[in-house]
């Protein structure tokens, strides 16, 4: 009969496998990190996409919040324990994942990378997670589900029920068993870099857009010339119930009529109506947590938007053990800002059960598709299980018993040591989350 330790060697050879350069393709193995994708992806875009996908609002500070939380949280690792049997597996709402972290949603996906909706939801199915499908994307949301197996989808819904329901019939005629209501673009934020860089939606060509495209000639072939040979002229497929405007027209405008109106009752509404899962997306204030606990919700995702709404939001890291602490029995997840894995274990240690990326997986879709998306995921698991193992851990799980105190200390130090560098921290309206800033 086998030992312990016989035991941990056979069931960890996938991990060590992975390890080896021949096991990756060869087109791949020059990608050690997300951030190589992104370096090749932004060569790669033309100025207009490139901008949209990197940039944020205003000045930056929301997005470069939500990056530097993590750079300020130190990790306190534990020796001489056998971390031997590890595993990056976890559990979000019954279902097992391989690992703790997703693909965020994310408009245009198909624009930056062919076929990229898809690419994603692949390339996230076949690393043992999954892919939010955007309200935003090019592609049926239909077609993601059948062919990418994507069954979360995000929406962007207007204060209006009878378009609200609409779409949610149209959702479960397509057998999607998770919804995702992002809540925070009532309006949608003031993104200067797309004006400057030549980014709009739809598009108009001009002059500048056609010199963009026609020095980027590996993308203008490779993925709008191959979108429009395969499928036509896209568009905006998603936003409601119905078709909306190809993405290059002279006149067409995207609709964001009625997102202003958008409120706790029609969150009820949509409770009442529809049958599966339901997460609001956009959190930043315990008061806004209790409230979604309230009507009914089964998640939440503490959100800044990548930093493309509120310029100078708090980072969603730093909103997180507040909400963690309102809402001790609700599902949390978080996005913004993780870029290695021991921002995924620092997220997961702060009260997140799971946590979700944009950029990164959509550069790797844009430079290899969904394999490059796979590469991505593998990178990242491969982090998490060396720092699981420098950190005297063996499972994601132990994450919120052992070291979550101890890390929240270190968060509460960090934000007391940026107050006393004469940064003052100014309370938002109505009891809202106290903000700082550096």
């Known amino acids: 009969m086998d030992g312990p330790a016989q035991a941990s060697a056979r069931r960890r050879p996938a991990i060590i496998a992975d390890r080896k350069a021949n096991d990756v393709p060869r087109s791949l193995r020059r990608y050690l990190s997300l951030e190589d994708f992104e370096k090749r992806a932004l060569r790669h875009l033309p100025l207009p996409i490139a901008g949209y996908v990197e940039g944020a609002v205003e000045t930056g500070k929301a997005l470069r919040n939500a990056e530097e939380a993590f750079r300020r949280i130190a990790l306190a690792p534990r020796i001489l324990r056998d971390v031997s049997d590890r595993t990056t597996q976890t559990t979000l709402f019954g279902a097992e994942y391989a690992v703790p972290f997703g693909v965020a949603p994310m408009g245009f996906s198909a624009l930056a990378a062919y076929d990229g909706d898809v690419a994603l939801a692949r390339g996230a199915a076949a690393s043992g997670s999954f892919a939010i499908c955007s309200a935003a994307s090019l592609t049926p949301l239909e077609r993601v589900a059948e062919e990418g197996a994507s069954r979360w989808f995000q929406c962007y819904v207007p204060g209006d029920n009878a378009r609200i329901e609409a779409l949610l019939k149209r959702l479960r005629d397509a057998n999607y068993d998770t919804l995702v209501v992002t809540a925070d673009v009532p309006v949608t934020g003031n993104r200067e870099n797309n004006a400057r860089n030549g980014f709009d939606a739809p598009f108009r060509l001009t002059p500048r857009l056609a010199w963009h495209f026609a020095t980027h000639p590996r993308w203008t072939l490779g993925t709008l010339g191959r979108t429009l040979a395969a499928s036509g002229m896209p568009h905006f497929e998603n936003m409601d119930a119905e078709r909306g405007p190809p993405l290059f027209s002279r006149t067409l405008t995207r609709s964001t009529i009625g997102r202003d109106r958008l409120t706790w009752e029609n969150m009820s509404f949509i409770r009442e109506r529809w049958p599966g899962r339901l997460v609001i997306k956009g959190v930043l204030c315990p ?28 980072a969603p890291l730093d909103a997180l053990p507040d909400i963690r602490a309102a809402v001790p029995e609700l599902t949390v997840m978080l996005d913004g800002g993780i870029r290695r894995g021991t921002d ?44 699981m193992a420098l950190l005297g851990i063996t499972g994601v799980n132990e994450l919120g018993l052992r070291n979550q105190a101890q890390l929240l200390h270190v968060m509460a130090q960090a934000k007391r040591e940026a107050n006393d560098g004469n940064t003052p921290i100014v309370a938002a309206p109505s009891g809202g989350v106290p903000t700082w800033s550096e």
């Not at 089964?298 to 939001?313: E, F, K, M, T």
């Not at 290899?368 to 990242?380: K, P, S, T």
């Open 287 to 314: 008061e806004d947590a209790t409230r979604a606990a309230g009507v009914g919700v089964d998640g939440i995702v503490v959100s800044s938007h990548g930093g493309r709404q509120l310029d100078g939001a708090i």
């Open 344 to 387: 995924v274990l620092k997220a997961l240690a702060a009260g997140a059960d799971f946590v979700f990326l944009g950029r990164p997986f959509l550069y790797a879709a844009a430079v290899a598709g969904d394999a490059g998306v796979a590469h991505a995921f593998r990178l990242l698991r491969q982090e998490i299980d060396l720092s």
